[in-house]
């Protein structure tokens, strides 16, 4: 048992506003429900997303007080009576869906819709609306649940400690990159297109890399980003500036369509060119039916939500877009969508980079911050910066 009683976490205050509170220390359970399965984590590094960002910005229904984060990297402290194979003093990586390992889902490997872990729905992840209420892991301690299914063990502690800036985006951005290429038919020769240069776009654009892609084109709206992404060898479309989005592709390919589309805008998307500061969340899916060749496949790992109380119209706001679906069958386009399931990518990926095949930090541009600067880094995630922002609670990784 931890001699540790103390705990603090970044929470959801309200639109705009997150601050870091003493929250409790946690324990095997959640409400009534024993985790004996489970084990709490000392939180060595966790990570700022743009799910959260949705969040904090008020676009969801995520109730004051929420305690955020599902992108998580921790030391064993506890481990419940159920528990087997994880003992006190592994380093682990936390998949940001919770998963119970038993249900039906879960044998077919898709972790991300587990039936067991969330009343409301399938599928569950730590401090995220709607979600089944587990305690978020911006956090110096969090309790997580049926550790012997869900957690990835590092191999070597001290060989994991020299790599963590990388092996700290194995628990969401990493996976999520590469599923969104994977469900996208990406493979060796393919030219992609990376809808979004936040970290989940640049993932994917070193993912596609890694896969064998012949081009990898990334649009966005911020030149840093774009910048960030031909740092690792990828073109780049400004979507701010007006043109016909085939024109722009046939200047970089010489066609005028990809093999291969991925969505890592989500439902806050805008529209492109001189409408730019305009948003309008379907436009995302509708170039991707427009710029992805027929029997493309489009990989749409970007958020889509059922509730959107900040959205554009009455019809957004219960998750209703205006897609031109028909081009998408006349073109017999397929279209994968959801969580991405991590255990079925995190260990080779982990694999991936203790080998060096892969510098997916260097890629998203890791920044490490302390706890007490995650409302700073929220901040200036909002403003676009071209960065990855981890939070070192302990020091941990200063040291």
Request: negative net charge; contains cysteine.
């Amino acid at each position: 048992m931890s001699a540790s009683t103390e705990n603090r976490g970044v929470v959801y205050k309200g639109p705009g506003e997150v601050a870091v509170e003493s929250i409790p220390y946690p324990k095997l359970e959640l409400g009534n429900r024993k985790c004996d399965h489970g084990v709490i984590l000392k939180v060595v590094t966790t990570n700022i997303c743009g799910s959260d960002q949705h969040m904090v910005r008020g676009r969801t229904t995520a109730p004051s007080g929420l305690v955020l984060g599902h992108e998580i990297t921790g030391l064993v402290v506890e481990a419940g009576r159920d528990v087997e194979f994880i003992k006190p003093g592994d380093l682990v990586s936390v998949p940001f869906n919770i998963a119970c390992g038993r249900c039906r889902n879960c044998k077919e490997g898709k972790t991300g819709i587990c039936l067991n872990v969330n009343p409301a729905r399938p599928g569950a992840a730590y401090g995220y609306v709607d979600m089944g209420g587990w305690v978020g892991g911006q956090t110096e301690y969090v309790m997580v649940p049926y550790a012997d299914f869900n957690l990835l063990k590092f191999p070597d502690k001290d060989q994991a400690m020299e790599k963590i800036k990388d092996l700290t985006l194995l628990s969401d951005i990493f996976p999520t990159g590469f599923h969104g290429c994977v469900t996208a038919g990406v493979g060796p020769g393919s030219t992609v297109y990376i809808a979004g240069a936040g970290p989940v776009g640049l993932a994917a654009a070193v993912s596609a890399q890694l896969l064998g892609a012949a081009c990898v084109i990334v649009g966005d709206m911020i030149e840093d980003r774009l910048a960030q992404a031909r740092s690792f060898g990828c073109e780049t479309i400004d979507l701010t500036q007006d043109g016909d989005m085939a024109d722009k592709l046939e200047v970089i390919l010489g066609e005028r369509e990809v093999d291969a589309f991925v969505d890592c805008v989500g439902f806050e998307a805008h529209a492109c060119g001189c409408n730019h500061g305009k948003e309008a969340p379907a436009t995302v899916l509708n170039s991707a039916m427009s710029l992805t060749r027929a029997g493309g496949q489009i990989g749409i790992p970007g958020l889509y939500v059922t509730e959107d109380p900040g959205a554009v119209d009455d019809a957004a706001k219960h998750g209703a877009l205006s897609m031109r679906f028909g081009l998408g069958w006349a073109k017999s386009h397929s279209f994968h969508t959801g969580q991405c399931p991590v255990m079925k990518y995190h260990r080779p990926l982990m694999q991936a980079i203790l080998f060096e095949k892969v510098k997916i930090a260097d890629a998203v541009n890791v920044q490490v911050i302390s706890l007490d600067e995650a409302p700073k880094g929220y901040a200036d995630f909002d403003g676009g910066a071209a960065k990855k922002f981890v939070i070192d609670p302990h020091g941990t990784v200063a040291a």
